[in-house]
């Protein structure tokens, strides 16, 4: 059962093999047994999933049933959950419970969606390992020594594990892109907008868009179709037409133009990772698309830009956690300055901190200019590079990382080091532009990942480009080894 993916435990449920109760019961059986050794979980909501599935089954029994009713998933924990613990993997947050449902969690309950719980994560969505949760590090199930990737790496550690078949996570700088990657999953990145972020707990407000995350692009499309669409109480949500994301998965790619980034080539791509790359490329190639070498001279640029923007926009967002309305307070603060600085000096963990310093700084009279005006001037010029070279190709490929899953603890003293593994994801945050990580290989018995990028709204084409090539290839049905199913 455990091998399934979300369409094929679809098919089941249609069929009558099992009951949405009987598919809970297992998920649940198998979170409690074995999430010790991944720590992907930070609450299992196991009296609300059984209560979900009962009224997915009566829906069904009554012909009310539609795609995704019935099956179960988990959310990353920086979605707001009516009556369940939110979060964002922070001391801060540890005792809030919230009032209300993000919109795509309503959404997906409206669906039939049975919550299993809500995922591990980067403190705040501050990460690229997992390892600033205040709940301790998801580990890899590829090798529970090494990291899953952050921030959403309680989400992929999940799926990889086969603990959920399905789950959400948010992407602000590539957050769902490089945990897929990293185990061996499939994630999408939606274009900025097509997803309203309403009820998520927000990092950087212009960067963060949630998406799927699941074992293929057919599952992740099958989700977008519940998750997507105009949200009135999302300022920045796009109206666009409602679209069936899965509708084009079978289209042929004869054809299709590919750009390769010469820049996604250097030397400081591992060269395991650039081996796989290029063998999926080639596959590709056998399936119809022709492939040129293209430029996005900008490239080196989006590491620094981002992390001005990124953390401004934190320092901006995260001041309204000061231990008065809601979250973490401290103990007998002598006045209100001491409760201010105490509550959030205790709340906030390391990660946290330097970047609510870094961008307080970018945005203080005298700097603003020099660091924010000057990376939103850089931003602009990264997009183009996108709109330039996507005026002549239909999708761009490359790797999702520069390298494999690295060690627990390796880049935890070198801040710049773990930013850097970022370096292929961040630009398109800055461009808003959608990404598709896809498992195209392994290197040293990990998974590597092709990212695959494309034009404004065309996941329904980046959905297509995935699943052709999954149809071709198995790395997206490789399990890690010791994980029993």
Request: with cysteine.
């Amino acid at each position: 059962m455990f091998d399934k993916t979300l369409a094929e435990l679809a098919q089941g449920l249609e069929r009558g093999d099992y009951s949405s109760t009987e598919l809970t019961q297992a998920y649940l059986q198998r979170i409690n047994a074995l999430d010790s050794q991944y720590n992907s979980f930070i609450t299992v909501t196991e009296e609300q999933a059984l209560a979900q599935a009962k009224a997915a089954d009566e829906a069904r029994a009554a012909g009310n049933g539609g795609a995704l009713c019935g099956l179960p998933i988990a959310h990353k924990d920086l979605f707001c959950t009516q009556g369940v613990r939110t979060s964002s993997a922070s001391k801060m947050l540890d005792n809030f419970v919230s009032p209300y449902d993000a919109t795509i969690v309503s959404r997906l309950k409206n669906a039939g969606t049975v919550t299993l719980g809500k995922l591990n994560m980067d403190e705040f969505a501050m990460g690229s390992s997992n390892e600033s949760s205040f709940y301790g590090p998801a580990r890899n199930p590829w090798n529970t020594d090494c990291v899953p990737g952050g921030s959403s790496g309680g989400s992929a550690a999940a799926v990889a594990a086969r603990l959920t078949p399905a789950a959400t996570g948010s992407d602000t700088g590539g957050s769902i892109r490089q945990p897929a990657a990293l185990c061996g999953i499939t994630g999408l990145k939606p274009t900025y907008g097509r997803v309203s972020r309403y009820g998520m707990i927000a990092f950087a407000s212009s960067l963060d868009q949630a998406g799927p995350m699941a074992q293929t692009a057919e599952d992740c499309g099958m989700i977008l179709n519940a998750m997507a669409g105009f949200d009135p109480m999302d300022s920045t949500s796009a109206e666009r037409d409602m679209e069936d994301y899965t509708a084009e998965l079978n289209q042929p790619l004869a054809g299709l133009k590919v750009g390769l980034p010469k820049e996604y080539f250097s030397d400081a791509l591992d060269a395991g990772v650039a081996e796989q790359v290029r063998n999926a490329v080639a596959e590709f190639e056998k399936l119809g698309a022709t492939v040129k070498e293209v430029s996005l001279p900008n490239t080196e640029l989006c590491i620094p830009a981002y992390y001005i923007l990124a953390p401004a926009e934190a320092s901006s967002n995260l001041s309204r956690f000061d231990g008065v309305r809601y979250g973490y307070r401290c103990e007998d603060p002598a006045d209100l300055e001491d409760l201010y600085k105490r509550s959030r000096g205790e709340g906030f963990g390391a990660e946290v901190k330097r970047r609510i310093m870094v961008g307080t700084y970018a945005l203080s009279a005298g700097y603003y200019d020099a660091y924010y005006n000057k990376a939103q001037q850089i931003r602009r010029m990264i997009q183009q590079d996108f709109v330039n070279v996507l005026n002549d190709v239909d999708v761009i490929m490359g790797p999702t990382t520069p390298q494999t899953a690295f060690k627990l603890g390796e880049k935890s003293s070198d801040p710049v080091s773990m930013y850097m593994e970022d370096i292929f994801t961040l630009s398109l945050n800055l461009a808003g532009l959608p990404g598709i990580s896809v498992p195209c290989g392994q290197s040293n018995g990990l998974p590597v990942g092709l990212q695959i990028i494309g034009n404004y709204f065309a996941e329904s084409k980046l959905l297509n480009v995935a699943h052709q090539f999954q149809q071709a290839t198995d790395w997206h049905k490789q399990i890690p080894a010791g994980v029993e199913v």
